[in-house]
């Protein structure tokens, strides 16, 4: 599926080099997920993937399904299958979220060569999964996450992943800023999304997610690379004695 | 040769290829309309208000332009349709001019009418000081076509007018006077080119309680070449809102000059702006006066400048003294879709009053790379995200317009449009 090798990563407008090598392999319908303290490139990994511009690859490749992403622009490898769900997401004043939502699904059914839905189908399959994420009719109403609290946004993250049916999905702490409730709500709906063609890369601080979303693989990632991948039992570690004893074993 | 010297010389030259009109009930405000354009002369760019304008276009006396084909904006709605082409009231393309509770006459008519003869450039007069404003004087002293309306009621239909252009040198000057009678209410909608140039006054005079609707659509011409002038009077408890939406066009100067001296009215000026390219100009020029008290006024203009275009917004709150209470609030933004498209803007507030509340406020950026983003990573080819992020920039005036089918059918407009900016 996801396939990351030896990925180097600098900042385009400074000399700063954030991504020093990371290696990432993850299977299809396989759950990977990556702790690593704040700073350590997380976020930047997910922003490289997805294609935002600022950032240089100097070494290195990415690909889904044997296709070089890096090459692609951003909106071609969400039609490649690729999603990602922003750490922080971002409010657009004047784009109604139902606006937001049809073209987007429509923009990715046509790059791939499939009909576009009417908007009556539209309609009756975004009202039902907005349902089960408990977002509410007024929400889809609104500008994108304008006004939308912390856990409003995050959720409408996963309504947007549930619409695309991506086959990569990377959750960049969509954990972080929810209640209890909704962890379980938002871990629910990507539960319901797995299945043995879709893989997930949930990058999270807190072991709680991962109760809920059970991760086959998990990686910890400091200072650009990856310092060691394990077993679920490696989430509890962190969990338990921080990132010291992890950090003094690479130094 | 000295200022006072080219400003006379060029209206020597402009006026010569102008006839006078015939001595009617407009007389009187045509002499005193030359005579103040005598005083004053054309303006040129040394003008405190046109620095940012070259208004030779407007003033030189031939004019250069491009027959245009425009389909009209507010063809689905139901509204007494008049048209005017090339200037001229064409009564054979224009619905039965009879409308309850509204009296429609022509300019042209040249019978005695007594209420427009205390308004007919009275308004525009009176909106010419302390600012001249040559260009009005000249359209009042010169005007032979128009449309006089005066509203008694609650009108049961818009009142649309239409401008086609078949010549590709007319040279249009147009009056409208408009006359809202107490508690009366009109929608006047206003599209299409009126020639190669124009120039084009309305004057409106809202008593109490009356309520004036204005919509304007302006394109999407490329060689569109004109002035406009509101001037409004508005009494209590009135309401004035005025919306344009312009798109195209080398020199579009939209002037409106609002007088408020009832207390409790509300009035709006509104536009939204497309320009593409290096020869577009757009310029709003706002002057709006508090002479009462307790009354709120709004200037809202979003422009959307790309490939060099040029947007242009000088606006004006004066709150003289004793207009307490006083709610003035402008807003003028742009979106600069690169780095050769420019906007100019001449926020002003005069406010001799103590108890106001006034503010004003001006930006100017590059599309929200961040949101751009968001939108790609969701799927959104570039150029549509582009354009959806521009629509709902745009479309944020669109708010001032009330009526819900005349506001979606300018949104229908401001789409087409900026579908063939994009292309
Ligand atoms: N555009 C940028 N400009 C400057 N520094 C940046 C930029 N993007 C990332 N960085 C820096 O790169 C490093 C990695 O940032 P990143 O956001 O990827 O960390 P993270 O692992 O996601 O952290 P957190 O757990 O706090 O979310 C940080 O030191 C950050 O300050
Ligand atoms: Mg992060």
Redesign the interface.
């Known amino acids: 599926m996801l396939e990351i090798k030896n990925l180097h990563v600098k900042l385009e407008e400074e000399d700063k080099v954030i991504l020093k090598g990371v290696d990432l392999k993850i299977g299809p319908g396989e759950v990977h997920a990556i702790m690593g303290p704040n700073g350590s490139g997380k976020s930047t990994l997910s922003y490289v993937l997805a294609g935002r511009d600022g950032y240089e690859v100097t070494d290195g490749s990415a690909t889904l399904d044997d296709e070089e992403l890096l090459e692609m622009e951003p909106e071609e490898r969400a039609a490649a299958g690729l999603f990602l769900a922003f750490q922080y997401p971002v409010e657009i004043p004047g784009v109604g979220n139902m606006t937001f939502l049809r073209t987007a699904v429509n923009a990715q059914r046509k790059a791939r060569g499939e009909e576009e839905l009417s908007a009556g189908d539209f309609l009756k399959v975004v009202r039902e999964k907005a349902k089960t994420l408990k977002i509410d009719a007024d929400m889809l109403k609104r500008p994108v996450n304008v006004g939308f609290s912390g856990g409003e946004k995050k959720r409408n993250e996963i309504l947007q992943m549930a619409m695309l049916e991506p086959k990569m999905c990377i959750l960049d702490e969509t954990d972080s800023g929810l209640d209890v409730d909704a962890m379980k709500l938002v871990a629910e709906g990507v539960n319901a999304l797995r299945s043995a063609g879709r893989s997930f890369l949930v990058i999270t601080h807190y072991q709680r997610l991962l109760d809920h979303i059970k991760p086959d693989v998990v990686h910890i990632m400091s200072n650009g690379r990856i310092i060691k991948t394990g077993g679920p039992d490696l989430a509890l570690e962190v969990e338990n004695n921080g990132y010291a004893d992890l950090l003094d074993g690479v130094q | 040769m000295a200022l006072a010297q080219v400003k006379q010389d060029a209206l020597t030259a402009r006026l010569q290829g102008l006839s006078a009109p015939a001595k009617g009930w407009t007389a009187a405000a045509r002499a005193s309309a030359s005579d103040r354009l005598a005083a004053q002369g054309l303006p040129t760019r040394r003008d405190e208000y046109w620095r940012y304008s070259d208004p030779a276009q407007l003033t030189k006396p031939e004019v250069s332009g491009a027959a245009t084909d425009l389909a009209p904006s507010f063809a689905a709605l139901d509204a007494v349709k008049l048209v005017f082409t090339d200037g001229v009231f064409d009564a054979s393309a224009s619905d039965d001019p009879a409308l309850a509770g509204v009296e429609l006459l022509s300019l042209a008519g040249q019978a005695d009418i007594h209420w427009a003869q205390g308004l007919y450039g009275q308004l525009e007069t009176r909106g010419s000081s302390p600012v001249e404003r040559p260009l009005a004087a000249l359209n009042t002293a010169y005007a032979t076509e128009g449309v006089l309306i005066r509203v008694t009621g609650q009108a049961a239909k818009p009142v649309s007018l239409i401008y086609t252009q078949k010549s590709a040198s007319s040279d249009v000057i147009l009056h409208h006077v408009v006359k809202l009678e107490e508690g009366a209410e009109i929608t006047l909608l206003e599209s299409g080119t009126p020639g190669a140039r124009f120039n084009t006054v309305l004057e409106v005079d809202v008593a109490s309680n009356a309520r004036f609707h204005h919509i304007r659509t302006q394109g999407p011409d490329a060689d569109r070449r004109g002035v406009t002038h509101i001037f409004a009077h508005i009494a209590d408890n009135a309401l004035f809102k005025s919306f344009t939406l312009t798109a195209g066009g080398r020199l579009t100067r939209n002037e409106a000059i609002l007088e408020i001296t009832g207390d409790d009215s509300v009035a709006h000026v509104a536009g939204t702006v497309l320009g593409d390219g290096k020869d577009f100009l757009q310029d709003d020029t706002i002057f709006i006066t508090h002479a009462s008290e307790r009354c709120e006024s709004r200037q809202v203009f979003r422009k959307v400048l790309k490939n060099g275009a040029t947007g242009v917004f000088q606006g004006k709150i004066l709150v003289k003294q004793g207009a307490q209470k006083t709610d003035g609030y402008q807003m003028s933004q742009s979106l600069l879709l690169d780095e050769d498209a420019q906007f100019l803007a001449k926020p002003e507030l005069e406010i001799y009053a103590d108890d106001v509340k006034c503010s004003h406020g001006s930006t100017s950026g590059a599309i929200?790379?961040?949101?751009l983003?968001?939108?790609?990573?969701?799927?959104?080819?570039?150029r549509?995200?582009q354009a959806?992020?521009v629509?709902?920039?745009l479309?944020?005036t669109l708010e001032e317009i009330e009526d819900e089918a005349i506001a979606a059918e300018v949104h229908a407009r401001l789409e087409d449009w900026l579908h063939g900016l994009d292309g």
């Open positions: 929200d790379e961040t949101a983003f968001y939108l790609q990573s969701r799927g959104v080819p570039k549509t995200a959806l992020l629509l709902a920039f479309a944020g």
